[in-house]
Nanobody, 128 residues
C-alpha cells in the first residue's frame, strides 16, 4: 500500500520561510518523479515544482521560481519543499505527488492528471 505522508506547514508571516516534507512508503521511491502542487480556496490544483527520479533537473512554476526549492533524499524516501520569502498569495493546501513515468516537456510535468499517488495535503497560510 502506497502512502505519501506530509508534514510541515502552518501559519507564518509575509517574508517567512517554511519547509514541507513528504515521506513515501510502499513504492520504490528512487524510481519516481516527485512533485508539489497547491490548491487555494476556490481555485484548481496548480503545479508548484517537480524533481525527476534522476534528480538531474527541477521545474518550478513561474510564481515560485527563485523562492522555492524542491529536493529529495532517496535514503529517507522523502521529498522536501523549501519555501522562502513567502507571500500571502502562497496561501493554499499543498500536496505532494508521485509519478512513475517520464516527461520530456514542462506541460507534461505540470499535468496533475498524470500523477499516480498523492499526499494528504497540508495547509500553508501566509498572513500579511
Amino acid at each position: 500500500q502506497v502512502q505519501l505522508v506530509q508534514s510541515g506547514g502552518g501559519l507564518v508571516q509575509t517574508g517567512d520561510s517554511l519547509r514541507l516534507s513528504c515521506a513515501a512508503s510502499g513504492l520504490t521511491f528512487s524510481g519516481y518523479a516527485m512533485a508539489w502542487f497547491r490548491q487555494a480556496p476556490g481555485k484548481g490544483r496548480e503545479f508548484v515544482a517537480r524533481i525527476p527520479s534522476s534528480a538531474d533537473r527541477t521545474d518550478y512554476a513561474s510564481s515560485v521560481a527563485a523562492r522555492f526549492t524542491i529536493s529529495k533524499d532517496n535514503a529517507k524516501a522523502t521529498v522536501y519543499l523549501q519555501m522562502n520569502s513567502l507571500k500571502p498569495e502562497d496561501t493554499a493546501v499543498y500536496y505532494c505527488a508521485a509519478d512513475r513515468g517520464f516527461c520530456s516537456t514542462y506541460t507534461c510535468r505540470a499535468n496533475r492528471n498524470r500523477y499516480d499517488y498523492w499526499g494528504q495535503g497540508t495547509q500553508v497560510t501566509v498572513s500579511s
